[in-house]
């Protein structure tokens, strides 16, 4: 069983649209998160939320709106999509969201605005 | 604040032959580091952490990491290589105290050559 699944795993749409990522964690971690890695490698916090509780929130455009119905989920849904948001977008998820717990990750999406 | 420096995007190493990847922290307070590797299509698996138990480090495939805080240091290590380990490596620290966010370096693409 996949530990941290995400949904869809590519994502290609056009300039504009309105787009929603899934993520659900089958560990019982009680925090998850949502990271944005650019075609650099280079990987940045967005949102991480502890127990449905949003405790990180980066500078990140408002288009961008977390959302976690239950601890076991965490969704992103993102508005009028630009150029600047492909990325590969992956969801993590740890028991705490402090100390020296390790998160877990999804396998990403890959989202490519046309 | 808390940051790290990855030194060496690209890493290239016979196979069989020692590993080493450096990784330097800044932190204003004792730091959780954490080493992570990423193959390629994939999300981001732990591979060792350090959170103040002891110095050295003992990980996942062979790697180890010690931490030296004279130095602000903690450099991952393998004996030797292998092809399996061809991958992009992650240094990443977080503050200790409350919920804090992982900060992660910019990654080393490490290249193992027959």
């Known amino acids: 069983?996949?530990?941290?699944?995400?949904?869809?795993?590519?994502?290609?749409?056009?300039?504009?649209?309105?787009?929603?990522?899934?993520?659900?964690?089958?560990?019982?971690?009680?925090?998850?998160?949502?990271?944005?890695?650019?075609?650099?490698?280079?990987?940045?916090?967005?949102?991480?939320?502890?127990?449905?509780?949003?405790?990180?929130?980066?500078?990140?455009?408002?288009?961008?709106?977390?959302k976690s119905p239950d601890k076991a989920h965490l969704n992103l849904h993102i508005n009028s999509l630009e150029l600047g948001d492909s990325a590969v977008y992956f969801c993590a998820s740890s028991q705490g969201g402090e100390g020296g717990q390790p998160q877990h990750f999804g396998d990403g999406t890959r989202l490519s605005i046309l | 604040a808390q940051s790290v420096t990855q030194l060496g995007s690209h890493v290239s190493v016979s196979e069989g032959a020692l590993v080493?990847?450096?990784?330097?922290?800044?932190?204003?307070?004792?730091?959780?580091?954490?080493?992570?590797?990423?193959?390629?299509?994939?999300?981001?698996?732990?591979?060792l952490k350090y959170t103040s138990a002891a110095t050295l480090v003992k990980g996942i495939n062979g790697f180890e990491a010690e931490f030296k805080k004279s130095e602000t240091s903690f450099h991952l290590t393998k004996p030797s290589a292998h092809m399996s380990d061809a991958a992009e490596y992650f240094c990443a620290v977080r503050r200790s105290g409350g919920y804090q966010k992982v900060t992660f370096g910019t990654g080393t693409k490490l290249q193992v050559i027959p």
């Open chain 1, 1 to 66: 069983d996949t530990a941290v699944s995400q949904t869809p795993k590519y994502l290609v749409t056009q300039m504009g649209n309105d787009k929603s990522i899934k993520c659900e964690q089958n560990l019982g971690h009680d925090t998850m998160y949502w990271y944005k890695q650019d075609s650099k490698k280079f990987l940045k916090i967005m949102f991480s939320y502890n127990n449905k509780e949003l405790i990180i929130n980066e500078t990140v455009p408002n288009r961008f709106s977390p």
């Open chain 2, 20 to 47: 080493l990847l450096r990784c330097n922290y800044s932190s204003s307070v004792p730091p959780y580091l954490f080493w992570y590797v990423q193959y390629p299509n994939q999300g981001l698996q732990l591979l």
